[in-house]
């Protein structure tokens, strides 16, 4: 309460005078230095900067150019980022919308507000829809935020039909980079339907282009290129049945038995290996399935491979709550490639104790997952209490 009345008896002095200025200076046209830049200045407090920046502080109590002038000249943000970030000092509060908001997640990095930071990451991440998130993709990448560009994109990937039903009016690269991905949530024809609909701008890549480089009609009809799914292990599961059916309706030899499927199922979608140290040690198959009704104890483990696909992991989900005396670690990798700890209990149960109850922790691997790990180093758990999230793809 005292915090917000501060801010809101500071906040309408921003703009009233102040002892230091801030100078923002900005290019008129892209790559024409002969122009003069367009200067805005901004009156402030260095009392202010110098309580929120360890930058500014040191910058304003030592022996630099910009105490001595009493004044700062930044080059390389634009007015509008400048602006909103000296607000923030005063008032509190972000006046911006998600679109505009990395690259003044940038300059407050520059300048080591992390509270600030913080602020704006999560307002784009609760703000970013299907309406905005091209948007906000183009411009996490000219400013480099590779966190929002990674989750704008997911998003873009998942909903695929959604954001291509019109043309978005990004860069060419960007475009190709999502039409060349093949987790792209959507299948070849429905691609191809939304594509025919595009009305093209000029001088940007034509839909027929896009539709030649990276749409195989002819090669793979209704090729599902990824699958959003809150549950990879058992999407990979319903497939397989989906394949074992198909199998059967065309008369091809097959097992009419889903037992005798299993071996099958095991050799080549979903292998698993474990070290259980209960009285209940469930079947490969139920594993593989997802479906083990068994109790984690220290030292047990268990592990699935995807053979034939990879998945993009953005989160795990518990539906099971973990204590503050159970340590449980969740790790990842490409089919070749060293562990990657995703998830640590005891490093998110600091901050979040006592979670569970379909908590969504969110979390990725830095390649394709086509295996995952679960450790139980102390205290115990029950499954099927954890559910990877993400996009499931083939990988040839």
């Not at 704006?120 to 299907?130: A, F, I, T």
């Not at 991905?181 to 594509?195: A, I, R």
């Not at 469930?282 to 220290?298: D, M, T």
């Not at 483990?301 to 696909?309: A, D, T, Y």
Request: aromatic share 10%.
């Amino acid at each position: 309460m005292a915090k917000h009345l501060v801010a809101e008896k500071l906040g309408p002095t921003f703009g009233q005078g102040g002892d230091f200025t801030v100078v923002v200076e900005e290019r008129q046209g892209e790559g024409d230095t002969s122009a003069e830049p367009k200067r805005t200045e901004f009156k402030v407090w260095s009392v202010i900067l110098s309580a929120w920046s360890e930058v500014f502080e040191k910058m304003l109590s030592q022996d630099f150019v910009e105490s001595t002038k009493k004044e700062v000249v930044i080059k390389d943000f634009s007015s509008f980022a400048v602006e909103t970030f000296l607000k923030f000092l005063y008032k509190g509060t972000v006046d911006a919308s998600p679109e505009r908001l990395c690259e003044v997640i940038v300059i407050a990095d520059k300048y080591q507000v992390l509270q600030f930071k913080n602020l704006c990451l999560k307002m784009v991440e609760d703000n970013m829809n299907v309406k905005n998130v091209w948007a906000i993709f183009q411009s996490a990448d000219e400013f480099q935020v590779q966190d929002i560009r990674q989750k704008s994109k997911d998003l873009i990937l998942t909903e695929a039909k959604t954001v291509f039903a019109t043309r978005p009016l990004v860069r060419d690269e960007l475009l190709e980079e999502v039409f060349s991905s093949n987790l792209m949530c959507v299948t070849d024809e429905e691609l191809l339907s939304l594509l025919k609909t595009w009305t093209d701008p000029p001088d940007q890549i034509s839909s027929q282009t896009l539709v030649d480089r990276w749409v195989s009609m002819a090669k793979t009809p209704k090729r599902k290129r990824g699958e959003h799914s809150t549950d990879l292990i058992r999407c990979v599961k319903g497939r397989f049945d989906t394949f074992s059916k198909s199998q059967t309706s065309q008369g091809k030899s097959w097992p009419k038995e889903p037992s005798l499927s299993r071996p099958i199922f095991l050799a080549n979608w979903v292998s698993v290996s474990y070290a259980l140290s209960g009285d209940y040690a469930p079947y490969a198959h139920v594993i593989a399935e997802g479906n083990a009704g068994c109790k984690l104890q220290a030292g047990d483990w268990i592990e699935w491979r995807l053979p034939k696909f990879g998945a993009q992991l953005m989160g795990i989900v518990f539906s099971e709550v973990l204590t503050q005396r159970d340590h449980l670690e969740i790790f990842c990798a490409a089919d070749c490639s060293e562990w990657q700890r995703v998830f640590s209990s005891k490093e998110y149960g600091a901050i979040y104790p006592g979670f569970g109850g379909n908590t969504l922790v969110k979390c990725r691997c830095q390649h394709l997952a086509q295996r995952f790990k679960v450790h139980m180093i102390s205290g115990e758990f029950q499954l099927p209490g954890i559910k990877f999230q993400g996009i499931l793809a083939e990988v040839p």
